[in-house]
């Protein structure tokens, strides 16, 4: 198994962008931040991991730049983290606005089904939180894990090699957060074969 | 894994390059800007001049013993009393980013005071990730001005230069212990670099330093016992801050109405995130008596903080 795939963060102006980049490099990928209006014929990775950001999803989405064509035209898998879950979720016909309860900080998340994400995970931890906004409705993905105040904590897509989490597995104080950026990072190198 | 290790060789490789001449370093006696210092001092030598202002806003006993610590190491310490200055500049300022620009502004002005008289035409700052990715630009969100980052002046008369710039806390601390530094001073726990007056949630007048720099060192004092007596870990920062507001009490069967301290103690890897530290009731209760009673005339109420950093800050300005 080829031991560094590039793996790329796109930068959405999230307080944690840098945290990826450093997770990544320290699973063993090879890694960069790039800005979100990058053309991704200038992309040259194998994996991508839609960063977080302020922009709220409902009536700022044109700061994400040129994420969507990622998900159109981009040739691998893509992990989208809070607003970029969001984004994808809409992107695919689904709805994401204001949440009724916004977290912040610790919420307790519970895992649905194990899926690649979170492959050798418990059922239940204790994750990192920071959104105003989240999913409402996400046709073509599989729900894999819900929190009290969120329906929509992470989905993987039915067809295509799309996943999202609302919560930060990239920060430090969210647990085995680390494993389900490698879990990730696995399905990417299984698709190198 | 971050390798330290090739991280020293080549940062040191490239300062060498790029340090042409005269540099000084602006030292705070912290994790960040004592390895910044050691890292150039090995790659320019005695070209680089370290400045430690005193601000006014550092904690007890800090100038001195910060100063002792470099000289210690063999680097070139110049500390200059600049207290007058900043309280003087502070005067009714209550907003916080204004103190932070404030701040920010008046470091510049003293480095670059030293860099003229020393002929230096570069100005080595400890900047490290989290303090130019919470000062925002672009897309990015300003959450706090870092002293070293969004303080800082549009026109700058020197060449600045960040050797730390993309690492966290943590990897400085492995840098420093490579480096070859004590423990006690590349783990000591993180100091904002506006220092004190970040910890007043009003006007940094001295006599507010007064207050807060005796409750920061009694926190300071009470964990580290707690520490050593077995009862709790060593939190990653820990800390007092006096809130702007006041509260009544009792001393004595007379009314008293004094200011209100909170204890603030976190858990934290690099101190993009943090939980708050689960500090037994027998520490918090010797900090809560400790305070009372010896800035019984200023402090009335002691409150321990429970905010996780989202949506805390660690800090509170």
Same mark, same amino acid.
């Given at each position: ?193 | ?17 790029? &340090? ?29 001049? *370290? ?91 300003? &959450? ?40 006690? &001073? ?29 409750? *920061? ?101």
């Amino acid at each position: 198994m080829s031991d560094s795939s590039r793996v790329y963060v796109v930068d959405n102006g999230g307080q944690w962008t840098h945290r990826i980049w450093r997770v990544l490099r320290e699973i063993g990928c090879e890694t960069k931040i790039i800005p979100n209006t990058t053309l991704v014929k200038e992309i040259d990775a194998e994996g991508l991991v839609l960063s977080g950001g302020a922009p709220r999803i409902a009536w700022e989405s044109p700061k994400l730049g040129n994420c969507t064509d990622y998900l159109n035209d981009f040739h691998g898998p893509i992990l989208g983290i809070c607003v970029g879950l969001q984004l994808m979720a809409l992107h695919c016909g689904g709805k994401a606005g204001p949440s009724g309860v916004p977290e912040f900080g610790l919420a307790r998340l519970r895992v649905l089904e194990e899926d690649d994400l979170f492959k050798g995970l418990p059922k239940e931890f204790l994750v990192w939180e920071s959104h105003n906004d989240e999913v409402k409705e996400a046709p073509g993905f599989l729900v894999l894990a819900v929190s009290d105040n969120c329906g929509v904590q992470a989905v993987k897509h039915l067809r295509k090699p799309f996943y999202g989490v609302q919560f930060h597995p990239e920060v430090n104080n969210t647990e085995h957060g680390e494993k389900i950026l490698r879990n990730f990072v696995d399905v990417i190198r299984k698709r190198q074969y | 894994m971050f390798d330290a290790d090739r991280f020293i060789e080549a940062a040191v490789e490239q300062l060498r390059q790029r &340090i042409g001449g005269n540099a000084i370093i602006g030292v705070s006696g912290g994790v960040d800007s004592t390895v910044a210092a050691v890292l150039v001092g090995k790659a320019v030598g005695k070209n680089l001049r *370290c400045v430690l202002v005193d601000t006014g806003y550092m904690r007890k006993n800090e100038v001195e013993n910060n100063q002792a610590f470099l000289d210690s190491l063999g680097l070139n310490v110049l500390v200059v009393d600049a207290k007058g200055r900043f309280y003087e500049q502070l005067r009714g300022v209550v907003d916080p980013e204004k103190k932070r620009a404030i701040i920010g502004e008046l470091f510049i002005r003293i480095f670059e005071e030293v860099a003229r008289k020393e002929g230096a035409s570069f100005f080595v700052q400890g900047t490290i990730a989290p303090d130019w990715i919470e000062s925002g630009g672009g897309l990015r969100d300003r &959450i706090k001005s870092h002293h070293n980052v969004g303080g800082l002046p549009e026109k700058i008369d020197f060449e600045i230069v960040e050797p730390l710039r993309d690492l966290y806390k943590d990897e400085v601390r492995l840098v420093g212990e490579r480096l070859g530094l004590p423990q006690e &001073i590349y783990g000591r726990q993180p100091f904002p670099g506006p220092g004190l007056a970040v910890r007043i949630l009003s006007e940094a007048d001295p006599e507010s330093v007064r207050i807060v720099r005796e409750a *920061c060192a009694i926190v300071e004092e009470e964990i580290e016992r707690a520490v050593v007596r077995g009862e709790m870990r060593r939190p990653w920062q820990y800390f007092a801050v006096l809130l702007p507001c006041k509260t009544v009490g009792v001393h004595g069967d007379v009314r008293i109405y004094g200011s209100v301290i909170s204890v603030r103690a976190v858990e934290s890897l690099d101190g993009m995130s943090a939980a708050y530290s689960k500090i037994p009731h027998s520490a918090l209760e010797a900090i809560s008596v400790r305070i009372t009673n010896t800035l019984k005339d200023e402090v009335s109420r002691v409150v321990f903080d429970i905010t996780n950093k989202p949506p805390g800050t660690i800090e509170y300005e």
